[in-house]
Structures are given as structure tokens and as C-alpha cells.
């Protein structure tokens, strides 16, 4: 079992930059030693979407609208998603989330574990 826990939100102008950080724990009794973390976020009426994945390897993965403005990062507590030039169309509830073993591009019914999420709003 992952626990796990996001902060950074809030409300910006367009253009400007956020940083999410999600803090996350294992069971260190789980059987696996890998896991993917990841960002997904849900605007309202919309189904909820991939943002960016960091497998166990180190390798990433980021939806082709963000590519280029966001970034995602880890260190031994806390998974990161730098946000810069935000726009409107990035408005909603952006969460972390987890599952053993690889990121399955970012399906979003692979994942197991998931934060309560937290709102970014862009917005002049």
C-alpha cells in the first residue's frame, strides 16, 4: 500500500507557474520494489487524464499538451510537477497517484493508490 498526499495549489494568472508536491510512502513490507509515480488531473465535466509519469527507472512521461511547461520530479519523499506558462485550459483538480511496477501509460484504472487532489486554477 502507497499513502499518498499532494500540496501547491492555488490560483494563477495565465502564464505563470505552480509546483504540486506530493509526498508519498510505502509499505515497507510490500512484496514490490518499484513503483510508478504519477499526475493526473480532472477538470469539471471532464474525465480524469494524465499528465505526467515517472517510472522506477527514471524514465518520463508527459501528455502532449503539457510537454514543454511541465516537469516531474522526485527525491526520496516526494514526487514534484513543475507547472510553468499554466493556461486556462490546465484548470482542475490535479492528483497524485501510484501503482507497482510500471506507469501503463498513464491508464488511469492501472493505478491503485491516489491522493485526495488538490484545485490549480488559471484564470485572468
Known amino acids: 500500500q502507497v499513502q499518498l498526499r499532494e500540496s501547491g495549489g492555488g490560483s494563477v494568472l495565465p502564464g505563470g507557474s505552480l509546483r504540486l508536491s506530493c509526498t508519498y510512502r510505502?509499505?515497507?513490507?510490500?512484496?514490490?520494489?518499484?513503483?510508478?509515480l504519477a499526475w493526473f488531473r480532472q477538470a469539471p465535466g471532464k474525465e480524469r487524464e494524465g499528465v505526467s509519469a515517472?517510472?522506477?527507472?527514471?524514465r518520463t512521461t508527459y501528455a502532449d499538451g503539457v510537454k514543454g511547461r511541465f516537469t516531474i520530479s522526485k527525491d526520496r519523499t516526494t514526487v514534484y510537477l513543475a507547472m510553468d506558462n499554466l493556461k486556462p485550459e490546465d484548470t482542475a483538480t490535479y492528483y497524485c497517484?501510484?501503482?507497482?511496477?510500471?506507469?501503463?501509460?498513464?491508464?488511469?484504472?492501472?493505478?491503485?493508490?491516489w491522493g485526495q487532489g488538490t484545485q490549480v486554477t488559471v484564470s485572468s
Open positions: 497517484a501510484s501503482t507497482p511496477g510500471w506507469c501503463w501509460d498513464m491508464e488511469v484504472a492501472k493505478f491503485d493508490y
Open positions: 510505502a509499505n515497507p513490507n510490500s512484496r514490490y520494489t518499484n513503483y510508478c
Open positions: 515517472l517510472e522506477g527507472d527514471g
